[in-house]
């Protein structure tokens, strides 16, 4: 049985604060991957593989940070905690 864990405040702060600026950040950087923290974008890149090492190196493994694609659909939400599936609660 699996299920899933509410996400902290901090992620869903950052989140908001994403999708404010998605509009805005569309026009610029549509299927690029943005780091966000603080409510403000820290850096734009290529991959997710990119953004993910510049975050962890830039704010540690603990960072309170998002990794999002700019894109108009279904955002997807990247996390330390998702990198290594602990977002997923495994219940035997």
């Known amino acids: 049985m699996s299920f899933f864990v509410s996400a902290p405040d901090w992620v ?24 966000v923290k603080d409510g403000e974008v820290q850096g734009v890149f290529d991959s997710l ?3 993910y090492k510049h975050a962890l190196e830039r ?11 700019v894109e108009e659909e279904q955002p997807q939400h990247y ?14």
């Open 79 to 92: 996390s330390p905690t998702h990198a290594l599936g602990l977002d997923i609660v495994q219940v035997p």
């Open 12 to 35: 869903v702060r950052e989140y908001e604060a994403f999708k404010a600026k998605l509009p805005e950040l569309l026009v610029r950087y549509r299927g690029k991957y943005v780091v």
């Open 59 to 69: 704010f540690g493994i603990n960072g309170h940070f998002i990794i999002q694609r």
């Open 49 to 51: 593989e990119e953004a």
